[in-house]
Antibody, heavy 121, light 113 residues
Framework: QLHLQESGPGLVKPSETLSLTCTVS??????????WGWIRQPPGRGLECIGS???????YYNPSLKSRVIISVDTSKNQFSLKLSSVTAADTAVYYC?????????????WGRGTMVTVSS | DIVMTQSPDSLAVFLGERATINCKSS????????????LAWYQQKQGQPPKLLIY???TRQSGVPDRFSGSGSGTDFTLTISSLQAEDVAIYYC?????????FGPGTKVDIK
């Protein structure tokens, strides 16, 4: 059964870069047409798509974050990663990784449990 | 961006009664090439990630109880819980995946009356 697990620092200083990794287990990140995405949820608020990546490296980014976001993939480690630069308190959120099951233009069918990231000095 | 709105913001229903949640998109999410609505519904319980319930507006995800159903087309959609169970207490979100950036509704909180 496919499992996704987010990892990374829980505290990041303002103006620094947030870095998270999602490890995929129980299946290959390179299989079929799956895209792999990042979604975030500020405390007590709704969900925001950050971007997604295909194992080949093809990416889609939310235009509102595009200037600060890099999503990359490491097929040898079965992982994909998120880097968000120049963070502020507004970037404080639970960050989820998730899978699009058959294409980028698809829902998210499997989610990680999420990791809380706080931006504070 | 496509703006997703949901109504009501919250609702409380007796156990065994029907719960209905509405979702509206600011533009159509019906793709003319395949006649599919690029609309999903998720359930999020406290402290948990969202769980996919419905995709293509009306297709139930594997393992989701059949008391959950989705309907609608174009810009107006509905999630119905036909007989509310205690374990259905959660926030429900709709999401469009028709165009980037994919966007979610603000959520509807469902409680037991």
């Amino acid at each position: 059964q496919l499992h996704l697990q987010e990892s990374g620092p829980g505290l990041v200083k303002p103006s620094e870069t947030l870095s998270l990794t999602c490890t995929v287990s129980g299946g290959s990140i390179s299989s079929s047409n799956h895209y792999w995405g990042w979604i975030r949820q500020p405390p007590g608020r709704g969900l925001e798509c950050i971007g997604s990546i295909f194992y080949s490296g093809s990416t889609y980014y939310n235009p509102s974050l595009k200037s600060r976001v890099i999503i990359s993939v490491d097929t040898s480690k079965n992982q994909f990663s998120l880097k968000l630069s120049s963070v502020t308190a507004a970037d404080t959120a639970v960050y989820y990784c998730a899978r699009h099951p058959s294409d980028y233009f698809d829902a998210f069918d499997i989610w990680g449990r999420g990791t809380m990231v706080t931006v504070s000095s | 961006d496509i703006v997703m709105t949901q109504s009501p913001d919250s609702l409380a229903v007796f156990l065994g009664e029907r719960a209905t949640i509405n979702c509206k998109s600011s533009q159509t999410v019906l793709h003319s090439s395949n006649n599919k609505n690029y609309l999903a519904w998720y359930q999020q319980k406290q402290g948990q990630p969202p769980k996919l319930l419905i995709y293509w507006a009306s297709t139930r995800q594997s393992g989701v109880p059949d008391r959950f159903s989705g309907s609608g087309s174009g810009t107006d959609f509905t999630l119905t819980i036909s007989s509310l169970q205690a374990e259905d207490v959660a926030i429900y979100y709709c999401q469009q995946y028709y165009t980037t950036p994919f966007t979610f509704g603000p959520g509807t909180k469902v409680d037991i009356k």
